[in-house]
């Protein structure tokens, strides 16, 4: 009798069914997080400061990753535009890559890592450790609390810091193309600027908000289904990185199509 519930329990396989529930689930999460988000009471301070902790303490890390590609990036294109005589379009052609694509993409996968696992360890941690039940007692909303203080600060900061990304690596580009071709400042950022319209622009922010709030939702949710004490915490954290870029790379391919459809308008 035992052997014939379970076969009847499961509706396609064992793994199918556990993928269409996770499905379920986040579905479930994300509505819930568009819910409660209307709704008061507000985590202003919260919010606040889990934008120091998203945006001013990866600015290091960023900053350095930004200059290093803006450098790197130069380098390797000015072989080819050499071989025809066009180097004068290095400050373009830098302009276009890094705003279109480099900068939202090194910026977002960045955050991943270190925003979403943090992320999902700390709540991870908190709902091991059944802090997230304690708050229910003491009347306070965790889930407004943790998760939609936390996916809102990564939705607001993630755009601030691909802007700074961006100018970084422009600012990593100009040291490269000055030391070689003696561009001054001013004439490297007017070619910058020339070469970007408008649509650029939005359609580099827009994915930023997107990359954002995915980093923000992956790493929430994982935390706070997390299970079987300390090594859950481990995986929660290893599984939002890996999820948030996964979903990273599949936004940005999108994205792409997307921009290439409206500029052909």
């Not at 996770?22 to 008061?40: D, I, T």
């Not at 943790?146 to 802007?163: E, H, N």
Request: one cysteine or more; charged letters at 15%; aromatic letters at 12%.
């Amino acid at each position: 009798m035992s052997g014939e519930s379970t076969k009847k329990d499961k509706v396609i396989s064992k793994r199918i069914d556990r993928f269409f529930m996770g499905l379920e689930s986040a579905y479930l999460f994300v509505k819930r997080f568009f819910k409660e988000v209307w709704f008061p009471p507000y985590e202003f301070k919260e919010v606040i400061r889990q934008c120091y902790q998203i945006g001013y303490n990866s600015l290091p890390l960023i900053s350095l990753t930004g200059f290093i590609v803006g450098v790197v990036f130069t380098n390797q294109s000015r072989p080819s535009l050499a071989e025809f005589g066009a180097t004068s379009w290095l400050p373009a052609l830098i302009s276009i890559a890094v705003i279109r694509a480099m900068g939202p993409l090194v910026t977002a996968l960045i955050a991943a890592g270190k925003v979403g696992s943090s992320i999902g360890a700390e709540i991870g941690s908190m709902k091991v450790t059944e802090q997230i039940d304690a708050m229910e007692v003491s009347a306070t909303n965790p889930f407004k609390f943790l998760v939609v203080s936390r996916v809102l600060a990564s939705t607001f900061m993630i755009p601030v810091l691909v802007l700074y990304t961006d100018f970084v690596a422009l600012l990593g580009a100009f040291v490269n193309v000055h030391a070689n071709e003696m561009t001054s400042l001013s004439t490297f950022f007017v070619q910058v600027f020339d070469a970007l319209s408008f649509l650029d622009i939005t359609s580099s922010l827009v994915k930023s908000v997107i990359f954002g709030f995915t980093i923000g939702i992956v790493g929430c949710y994982k935390g706070y289904n997390s299970t079987k004490g300390t090594e859950g915490v481990g995986k929660a954290a290893n599984s939002a990185v890996v999820m948030a870029m996964f979903l990273i790379f599949i936004e940005e391919l999108l994205s792409l199509q997307v921009t290439n459809f409206f500029r052909q308008l």
